[in-house]
């Protein structure tokens, strides 16, 4: 398989203020941030810098945003990959598919970012006979991680933490919790999402209990509708305007 069949391109721009975060969230990310800006300065006074970090919590709340506005705050490069796709019935294939792809981001001294951290530790499970090769598969992703440079960042997202192998889960300086938001906190996500349309397609009924992902997917839905309404009714007035 092709290195980069398995990488995911994204040039999508994102900044830090794009991602609804909780401010002790923000907090953490902007230390992370500044931690890798000021990385010689820290690293001249033998202090660790953070670079391998879990996000982990509820699905469409933010973690991708996340990682690509933590490379774009910093210049870099984001290499996305989604652990789901690469996991390969030939164990060994998959093991060297993502040594290659963690020798490409620390060569370029890119932002790495594994999606769905927990398709390996689902998979150790999943069948007997192929426990002992994914068992090798997570041991050369823990050397991975041990040996990844300190001027390069890792992050890795997982919706379900509680599977995935605890020496995995030690390896992350960081672990930060991302929970479904607050109906306050989504009504401020509305209020910023649907400024930028006129005030007749503001007005929408409003869907709670849900990610910003789903929220962000309903409310697009909605007003695309609600345009298209607009703009039938335009061309009957004026079909009508013009047969009289």
């Known amino acids: 398989m092709n290195l980069y069949n398995l ?27 500044k931690e890798h800006t000021y990385i010689k300065e820290i690293q001249e006074y033998g202090l660790p810098v953070n670079n391998k970090i879990l996000l982990q919590g509820s699905s ?4 991708t945003m996340t990682a690509k506005a933590i490379a774009n705050a910093l210049g870099k490069n984001i290499i996305i990959l989604n652990l789901s796709n690469i996991v390969s019935s ?8 993502i040594k290659m792809i963690f020798d490409k981001a620390a060569r370029e001294r890119s932002v790495l970012f594994l999606d769905e951290l927990d398709q ?17 598969l997570v041991n ?18 997982t919706n ?16 930060i919790n991302y929970e479904m938001p607050s109906k306050k906190f989504l009504g401020s996500f509305y209020d910023n999402l649907l400024s930028k349309f006129p005030e007749e397609l503001q007005n929408i009924e409003r869907k709670y209990d849900v990610s910003f992902a789903e929220a962000k997917d309903y409310a697009f839905t909605v007003v695309k ?3 298209i309404k607009n703009l039938e009714a335009k061309a009957v007035k004026n079909t009508n305007k013009q047969l009289i």
Not at 60 to 63: F, R
Not at 90 to 97: D, K, L, P
Not at 120 to 136: L, N, P, Q, Y
């Open 7 to 33: 990488i995911i391109q994204d040039k999508e721009e994102v900044t830090l203020n794009d991602v609804f975060l909780t401010p002790h969230n923000k907090e953490q990310f902007v230390q992370l941030i």
């Open 60 to 63: 469409g709340c933010g973690k």
């Open 90 to 97: 030939r164990i060994g294939e998959t093991s060297q598919n």
């Open 120 to 136: 390996i530790g689902k998979a150790r499970g999943s069948d007997d006979k192929d426990v002992g090769e994914m068992r090798r």
């Open 140 to 157: 050369t992703l823990i050397q991975l991680i041990d040996y990844y440079p300190e001027n390069a960042l890792l992050l890795c997202a």
């Open 160 to 175: 379900h933490p509680e599977i995935i192998d605890t020496a995995l889960i030690r390896r992350f300086q960081l672990k």
């Open 225 to 227: 509708a609600e345009l």
